[in-house]
């Protein structure tokens, strides 16, 4: 493998960077999104509980509808809704909020999945720029300068730097590309169950109200 990075040139260490730092994103989404990290047990029973005790205009401390807060990534909606129905707000300035809380709990399951995309658009070109610079080698050689044949030796070092950058910035495209396709659907998957959960709990609170989502 090492061999093979000497050959390629130094256009393929950005390649290689950048290959890096996305399977460290695949692997941080793919702990992040899951299910039971997103919707730890008992997560939801904790919180509909919570919601029956103020439906009823029970007494709720502010300590346990902010540990709901802290309790998981999306917990900050589901507090938002109960903090509010705690505080005898009406459904409009509640469903508000709720609003404005949801914007950022959505920003957490798309974290870096824009930077992924990037990846998977950049790869490709970064191994083009790497097969121009081998064919700068190779035409640009003293040899070719001269109208003479250049050394064989430089002939196939820019013809591996050529092929080696392609390969390898295909090589990273094609996984960044259906990863973050997956990671998307996954995101999006959480969202869909996040947003259900909150109109159930959102009229276990208001009754009343309109569907928030």
């Given at each position: 493998?090492?061999?093979?990075?000497?050959?390629?040139?130094?256009?393929?260490?950005?390649?290689?960077?950048i290959?890096?730092?996305?399977?460290?994103?695949?692997?941080?989404?793919?702990?992040?999104?899951?299910q039971i990290?997103?919707?730890?047990?008992?997560?939801?029973?904790?919180?509909?509980?919570?919601?029956?005790?103020?439906?009823?205009?029970?007494?709720?401390?502010?300590?346990?509808i902010?540990?709901i807060g802290?309790?998981?990534?999306?917990?900050?909606?589901?507090?938002c809704?109960?903090?509010?129905?705690?505080?005898?707000?009406?459904?409009?300035?509640?469903?508000?909020?709720?609003?404005?809380?949801?914007?950022?709990?959505?920003?957490?399951?798309?974290?870096?999945?824009?930077?992924?995309?990037?990846?998977?658009?950049?790869?490709?070109?970064?191994?083009?720029?790497?097969?121009?610079?081998?064919?700068?080698?190779?035409?640009?050689?003293?040899?070719?300068?001269?109208?003479?044949?250049?050394?064989?030796?430089?002939l196939?070092?820019?013809?591996?730097?050529?092929?080696?950058?392609?390969?390898?910035?295909?090589?990273?495209?094609?996984?960044?590309?259906?990863?973050?396709?997956?990671?998307?659907a996954?995101?999006?998957?959480?969202?869909?169950?996040?947003?259900?959960?909150?109109?159930?709990?959102?009229k276990?609170?208001y009754?009343?109200?309109?569907?928030?989502?």
């Amino acid at each position: 493998m090492y061999t093979i990075l000497l050959s390629a040139g130094w256009p393929i260490w950005p390649l290689l960077l950048i290959s890096i730092i996305g399977l460290a994103i695949v692997l941080e989404r793919l702990w992040f999104l899951r299910q039971i990290h997103i919707f730890p047990k008992n997560s939801l029973e904790t919180t509909f509980g919570i919601a029956n005790l103020l439906s009823q205009q029970k007494m709720v401390s502010n300590e346990e509808i902010t540990a709901i807060g802290q309790l998981f990534p999306v917990g900050p909606l589901f507090a938002c809704a109960l903090h509010e129905k705690a505080n005898g707000s009406n459904a409009a300035d509640a469903l508000e909020e709720l609003q404005a809380t949801a914007l950022t709990t959505w920003i957490k399951l798309d974290r870096y999945l824009a930077a992924l995309a990037t990846i998977a658009t950049v790869a490709p070109l970064l191994g083009l720029f790497g097969t121009v610079v081998g064919m700068i080698e190779i035409f640009g050689s003293q040899g070719a300068i001269n109208g003479a044949v250049g050394s064989p030796q430089q002939l196939a070092h820019g013809i591996s730097v050529a092929l080696y950058n392609t390969a390898f910035g295909l090589m990273i495209a094609i996984p960044a590309l259906v990863a973050w396709r997956g990671l998307r659907a996954m995101a999006n998957q959480r969202r869909h169950e996040c947003e259900e959960f909150t109109r159930q709990l959102f009229k276990k609170l208001y009754p009343q109200s309109a569907n928030p989502t």
